[in-house]
């Protein structure tokens, strides 16, 4: 019946990260011992103080339609979240709210891409950046990197990847799924490069930026030139483990802004009202209030790198931010394992979740075939567990 269906969606790969939750979900229900490290989603409670503003805004019964491109009072915290936290003079009309930070990329996508046009890709990219863009009849062009380089792109590498067809370019920093950090120096170093090229615009996706354990930040719109050409995108999904609310943003250029909100009144609207209500009080909070998870997720993150480093052949960096671990897992190529030839990651991977129980994410999935992705968004008993597992099934 898939010849029914439109070659769009024929086109379109599976989110691979939803894929293997849902098949550990679905082995779990088996009865079988699942550790799931696929899924990127906060182990912890909604702040109580957000909580309190959405059960408000209920019995203030904001309950109406929301404005496409999200509440005034919203869009304008969002500016001073913005000034705060990143040194970016945003004005409410360069401020677009999306139901999650994936629409506002899918928005970007649909408002800036033609047919044909390529879109530079750091590799490893998160799972649907690439899809986006395909869908959205771009052309992607990744840009691989490695351990060794602790998964950045140098200079010359964007250099040589730049085209007449180069429209854009994507990245995460940090970055899911490498945890990589651009530093200040770095991203000066890379805008450099496209002050030769005026016409390439730069999506900088920093929806991990507080979950960041580098000490610094840095929004590559703050480098001087570059922020007319930066579209900003952020939420609230990671560092206030509000991944069910759905709230996502960006700022833009006005022009931008203006057709990301004319594509989304064709398309969902308005974000969710009470989850607006609840953003409000989330991003005029001030980061502090987020020192003890991130000081959570470090201490996992030493954890994890401690256990894996001691696996014979696993190659790893240690990434500053976010809550992932990448490691080279290319030695194991070629090898059987109880009985299993491990070709590349996709196979090491099964293996894992068929001979550990412990569900990870190929890295074939973000651009690297290399390598897995592990999620140490959980306890530090089940991580220790986990990582016991994996090393005992590569014994």
């Given at each position: 019946m898939e010849n029914l269906l439109s070659?769009?969606?024929?086109?379109?790969t599976t989110s691979q990260t939803l894929a293997m939750a849902a098949l550990a979900r679905e082995l779990k229900s088996q009865g079988k011992d699942i550790i799931s490290l696929s899924l990127g989603e906060p182990d912890f409670n909604t702040p109580d103080f957000i909580?309190?503003?959405?059960?408000?805004?209920?019995?203030?019964?904001?309950?109406?339609?929301?404005?496409?491109e999200g509440y005034a009072e919203l869009r304008e915290a969002i500016c001073r979240k913005f000034k705060r936290d990143n040194n970016l003079d945003y004005?409410?009309?360069?401020?677009?709210?999306?139901t999650g930070a994936k629409q506002s990329l899918y928005n970007i996508a649909q408002v800036m891409i033609n047919d044909g046009d390529e879109v530079i890709l750091p590799a490893p990219y998160w799972v649907s950046y690439y899809e986006i863009i395909k869908m959205s009849g771009g052309i992607p062009v990744e840009v691989p990197t490695s351990v060794e380089s602790d998964f950045k792109i140098t200079p010359a590498q964007l250099e040589a990847a730049i085209t007449p067809k180069t429209k854009m370019i994507w990245y995460s920093s940090p970055c899911n799924p490498?945890?990589?950090v651009y530093s200040r120096e770095e991203l000066t170093a890379l805008a450099k490069v496209l002050e030769k090229y005026p016409n390439i615009f730069i999506v900088s996706d920093e929806i991990y930026e507080h979950i960041n354990f580098s000490g610094t930040f840095c929004s590559v719109a703050s480098i001087p030139g570059m922020f007319d050409r930066t579209i900003t995108v952020n939420g609230v999904a990671k560092a206030f483990a509000m991944t069910g609310w759905r709230i996502g943003y960006i700022g833009a250029p006005e022009f931008i802004a203006k057709a990301c909100t004319k594509m989304q009144g064709q398309v969902?609207?308005?974000?969710?009202?009470?989850a607006q209500?609840?953003?409000?009080?989330?991003?005029?909070?001030?980061?502090s209030v987020l020192n003890e998870m991130v000081s959570a997720f470090k201490g996992r993150r030493d954890l994890v790198v401690g256990l894996i480093k001691q696996i014979p052949g696993l190659k790893l960096n240690t990434p500053e931010g976010a809550f992932?671990?990448?490691?080279?897992?290319?030695?194991?190529?070629?090898?059987?394992?109880?009985g299993t030839t491990i070709n590349n990651a996709d196979d090491f991977s099964m293996y894992l979740l068929g001979e550990a129980n412990?569900?990870?994410?190929?890295?074939?999935a973000f651009g690297n075939p290399n390598c897995i992705r592990i999620s140490y968004a959980t306890s530090e008993e089940i991580l220790t567990e986990a990582i016991r597992r994996i090393k005992e099934v590569l014994a």
């Open positions: 070659d769009r969606i024929n086109n379109l909580k309190e503003a959405a059960k408000k805004a209920i019995d203030e019964n904001y309950s109406t339609y929301t404005p496409v004005k409410p009309s360069n401020i677009v709210v999306s490498s945890g990589s969902t609207s308005g974000a969710n009202s009470i209500r609840a953003t409000i009080a989330a991003v005029d909070a001030d980061p992932y671990v990448f490691p080279d897992v290319s030695s194991y190529f070629g090898k059987t394992l109880r412990v569900a990870t994410v190929t890295g074939d």
